[in-house]
């Protein structure tokens, strides 16, 4: 859905005009999902990504518009093209935005800005920051129209990726009739499709059949809203949503049909991002279906994505995902290995609520976690999760709290509580090879009774040569071997 040079001739407009008229279109396109036409309207101010755009000779607050624009494509871009260092340069450029726009004393602007700002911050997981910045903006954007809107459901996002559903709810209901009045079909298709994802947090298992149709409903609302804004990856993430509520229904093979039409979607336009995103679903069902094998496979694969691309929560997410395909392969230390890192990747943004969330995965995965490791990891959950408002987390927690009891009361030995514990050691080869070799050494010389020559025939090495290890990197062993026994001199 490219616009052509054509339609984009502006050698009638002045340099003023022409900027202002690029990046209006450049947006509107964004709104589409036509990245590439975007790219090329704006292409004769800004070259494209961790470039500044050119704006020389142009009007303090047209430079703002261009940098405004140019910030979001560049947030935009670099999520789909997972170019980890795109929301720093995007909030370089809408932070320099703002500069202009308070040159010129346009504060409406400057909180316009600020919305995007916001989402910068959230993109990369830091949900406090993002809060801040979007009450902020919110207090300034008092006028009802779609900048508010958009603050709007980005603090809503924000609950909702923090595990506070209930106050997500209350701003998209108490805010209704301004998503209603709206006619920008893409805003309207984010506020169906966030509206279901909250409802979704909040199911209550008495009541699961008839919330989870509640939500598919909004799901498909959103489908419909993107399609009458010919959003296609908007599309492909609404029918994703609406796969991954089949799945809380066992419908697994009506589940996989939305899904596969989701992928090929987001296939088609290249985004990588989306499609890891909707590989993470279907990893979900797999899971749930006890496809484990190929769970584990397609987790690993959606984690390098994200990790490319910079989005640490959604890393976190498919570490969490991998960690108990792997768990239930069998495969427990490294699931483990997969749990902590994951906890690692949240704690490094601050989501704290992903980190307590793979902490309780591990809990619930693990049955051969050590007291230790198990009290560190229930005490830091709760802690991370004490603000949730997701009653299934709260009941996960609760039947966590029930086996640290019992696994307290059966453990003799006392239980050490270090938070390194969640932690994955790097290892050092060197240090590792030494460990074992002295290992090794002790228990031959305890085999033999301290006598060096049986222990280094048990060893198959010479007399000499274990006499040298001994002597030049494990002389604590030393007292273990028996005294060395001189032979007389013989007498002439």
């Avoid at 980890?84 to 909030?91: L, P, T």
């Avoid at 969330?357 to 490791?373: K, P, R, V």
Wanted: net charge positive; with cysteine.
């Amino acid at each position: 859905m490219q616009i052509t040079s054509r339609k984009n001739d502006t050698a009638h407009l002045t340099p003023n005009e022409a900027a202002l008229y690029r990046c209006q279109k450049a947006l509107e396109l964004r709104d589409k999902g036509d990245f590439v036409g975007a790219q090329e309207v704006i292409h004769p101010l800004w070259k494209g990504l961790g470039q500044r755009p050119d704006t020389a000779g142009l009007h303090p607050s047209v430079v703002a518009e261009v940098l405004l624009c140019v910030g979001i494509l560049t947030g935009w871009l670099g999520s789909r093209n997972q170019v980890k260092e795109a929301d720093g340069w995007a909030r370089d450029l809408i932070t320099e935005a703002i500069t202009f726009y308070e040159s010129v004393g346009d504060l409406r602007k400057v909180a316009e800005a600020r919305v995007e700002l916001a989402y910068c911050y959230w993109r990369e997981g830091s949900f406090n920051e993002a809060r801040i910045w979007f009450t902020e903006a919110l207090q300034k954007l008092t006028t009802e129209g779609k900048t508010r809107a958009n603050g709007l459901l980005g603090l809503a996002v924000v609950e909702w990726s923090a595990s506070r559903p209930a106050e997500a709810l209350k701003i998209l209901t108490s805010n209704a009739p301004l998503f209603n009045k709206l006619s920008h079909h893409t805003m309207k298709g984010f506020y169906h499709n966030t509206l279901a994802q909250v409802l979704e947090a909040l199911l209550k298992p008495e009541k699961k059949i008839e919330q989870l149709n509640r939500v598919a409903s909004e799901y498909q609302q959103a489908d419909r809203e993107f399609q009458l804004a010919r959003n296609t990856i908007f599309r492909a993430l609404a029918k994703n949503n609406i796969g991954n509520v089949l799945r809380l229904l066992g419908r697994y093979k009506e589940a996989n049909q939305y899904l596969e039409q989701a992928r090929r979607l987001a296939v088609i336009l290249k985004d990588k991002v989306r499609t890891a995103q909707i590989d993470q679903t279907r990893v979900e069902v797999m899971i749930a279906q006890g496809k484990f094998k190929e769970a584990e496979r397609v987790a690993k694969l959606a984690g390098r994505t994200f990790e490319k691309a910079g989005r640490q929560c959604l890393l976190a997410e498919a570490l969490i995902n991998r960690g108990i395909a792997l768990a239930r392969l069998g495969k427990a230390q490294p699931a483990q290995y997969n749990f902590q890192r994951a906890i690692e990747t949240a704690q490094r943004v601050s989501a704290l609520n992903q980190a307590g969330i793979a902490a309780l995965t591990m809990i619930e995965e693990l049955d051969n976690l050590s007291a230790g490791t198990l009290r560190v990891a229930y005490k830091r959950a709760s802690e991370w999760l004490a603000n949730t408002q997701n009653p299934d987390l709260l009941r996960r927690i609760n039947t966590a709290a029930n086996r640290v009891v019992s696994v307290s009361q059966v453990e003799s030995e006392p239980i050490t509580e270090d938070d390194q514990l969640l932690l994955n050691k790097p290892l050092d080869f060197e240090q590792e090879k030494l460990k074992t070799e002295k290992a090794m050494i002790q228990r031959a010389l305890a085999q033999s009774n301290g006598s060096l020559t049986r222990a280094a025939s048990l060893l198959s090495m010479t007399y000499q040569k274990l006499a040298y290890i001994m002597e030049t990197r494990h002389k604590d062993l030393l007292p273990e071997r028996s005294p060395i026994r001189r032979r007389a001199k013989k007498t002439q």
